[in-house]
């Protein structure tokens, strides 16, 4: 072989890996993917969320829980944004979300005011992500670098968000289950589940850990059943906080909330049952080190953003966030 068509071979190998290599970069998410393309989305984002909280903190609950239930059904795509159409059946129609997930309002006005800066750039995935981010900080919480590059869906489905979503009734193995589908650890979940530490949530979600529940406090049980009658239908919409001492704050007292068998929901106390299953020690751990939670928190938050994006040329950038285009 001459040394000739061995120097167009090697042009070759080197032309395809360069090729490889770009569009691997394509796909990838970076903290850094809109520095030229939109420089001021970041900036424009977080004002819109420190108003948007500064009016309602319950929304800085809202917002992270958006970006949770996105990422957990076909990936973190936008799709739970996207409203019932000819062509969609909107995931808010989902038993998990109906008529209890909420903030899709802020994000229009959001995607709005990216929109002005850098029209067709930034999407409604990435905007959910940064979102939860910046109303986790805005609430006292913890931050974190977040991965960006994301596109958003032309489709939604309902029937996996009920497939894929834990409920309020769910017991550990169900929500080890539910998470360990989406390439979640327990650690993981436990960490993520401390996001009820701000927020509120229906009598109907936890009714039933009130009336009937043994693992309970008797006084907790009692103070919440002054709101939340005991027959489905009579009050059913009444609200609580997810976590009764600093429920408009992001920080540990959820998990010391659970040692004391005082988690509103059937889901949440599951995650500690007095030493004897898989998750106590999680709980126990953030529960004594705020910090420690902060940092598995922010981890798990980067880990959940990495499920299944749209990356490249797949997908679109709505011009609006409830409707494809």
Known sequence: MSWC???????MVLLIMAYCNVKYCEAELSPDFYSNSCPA???TIQKAVSKAIAKERRMAASLIRLHFHDCFVQGCDGSILLEDSATIISEQNALQNFKSVRGFNVVEDIKSAVEQACPGVVSCADILAVAARDASKYVGGPSWAVKLGRRDSKTASKDLAEANLPIAFDDLEA???????QGLSARDMVALSGAHTIGMAQCITFRSRIYNDTN???GF??????????LTGNGDGNLAPLDLVTPSSFDNNYFKNLLRRKGLLHSDQALFNGGSSATDGFVSGYARNQASFYS???AAMVKMG???PLTGSDGEIRKICGAIN
């Open 216 to 218: 309970v406090d008797a």
């Open 5 to 11: 068509r061995i120097n167009n071979i090697a042009v």
């Open 175 to 181: 929500l080890l289950s539910s998470f360990a589908r």
């Open 296 to 298: 598995d928190f922010s």
């Open 221 to 230: 049980a009692s103070t919440r059943r002054r709101s939340c009658p005991p």
């Open 41 to 43: 989305a970041l900036s």
């Open 306 to 308: 990495d499920i299944s």
